[in-house]
T-cell receptor, first 112, second 113 residues
Framework: DGGITQSPKYLFRKEGQNVTLSCEQN?????MYWYRQDPGQGLRLIYYSQIVNDFQKGDIAEGYSVSREKKESFPLTVTSAQKNPTAFYLCASSDTVNTEAFFGQGTRLTVV | RKEVEQDPGPFNVPEGATVAFNCTYSNSASQSFFWYRQDCRKEPKLLMS???SGNEDGRFTAQLNRASQYISLLIRDSKLSDSATYLC??????????????FGSGTRLSIQP
């Protein structure tokens, strides 16, 4: 059945290591998004992409990188330049400009 | 100034009460509007879209005022199961039909028995 899959659900990394979070969708959606959520806070936009091979920075892009080589995939790399990487990361996709976003179940990243 | 601002909450209300959430947005290029619900440690899920004419879904009513750039959500006869965080969401159109979806910081609602 259709949906958005994020993996893994929990991820632990040592400080200074880059880590890549996976996001795959089979909804045939054009737009995909990455958000970060800290405890008790709302969602902040990291990167978004409207079409393959194109993406834009969101409000908190520093220390992150993305790629959009395929329509169904939008991986996020948390680099060592991100000072506080421990957070809940949510990937979403939407069909057109005016439609709602559908979310994956999220990845909880803990950097120790 | 944040692009989407909400009442910070938390709202602690007794079961059966009516509760209202407000949200304002700053970007006039905002095209579509939604309310999402997020349960603790879960992903947000769509509660309802918000239309200019206002819309109702059971105990939930959403209103949009484009002139004032204001969105509201009303919950009537609140249930214990309504306890969650409610997120105001705005889809902002940019150039070349690119758009981004911006979330408010959320309002936490706790229904008391």
């Amino acid at each position: 059945d259709g949906g958005i899959t994020q993996s893994p659900k929990y991820l632990f990394r040592k400080e200074g290591q880059n880590v890549t979070l996976s996001c795959e969708q089979n909804l045939n959606h054009d737009a995909m998004y990455w958000y970060r959520q800290d405890p008790g806070q709302g969602l902040r936009l990291i990167y978004y992409s409207q079409i393959v091979n194109d993406f834009q920075k969101g409000d908190i892009a520093e220390g992150y990188s993305v790629s959009r080589e395929k329509k169904e995939s939008f991986p996020l790399t948390v680099t060592s330049a991100q000072k506080n990487p421990t957070a809940f990361y949510l990937c979403a996709s939407s069909d057109t400009v005016n439609t709602e976003a559908f979310f994956g179940q999220g990845t909880r990243l803990t950097v120790v | 100034r944040k692009e989407v601002e909400q009442d910070p909450g938390p709202f602690n209300v007794p079961e059966g009460a009516t509760v209202a959430f407000n949200c304002t947005y700053s970007n006039s290029a905002s095209q579509s509007f939604f309310w999402y619900r997020q349960d603790c440690r879960k992903e947000p899920k769509l509660l309802m879209s918000v239309y200019s004419s206002g819309n109702e879904d059971g105990r939930f009513t959403a209103q949009l005022n484009r002139a004032s750039q204001y969105i509201s959500l009303l919950i009537r006869d609140s249930k214990l199961s309504d306890s969650a965080t409610y997120l105001c969401v705005v889809n902002i159109s940019g150039y070349s039909n690119a758009s981004k979806i911006i979330f408010g910081s959320g309002t936490r609602l706790s229904i008391q028995p």
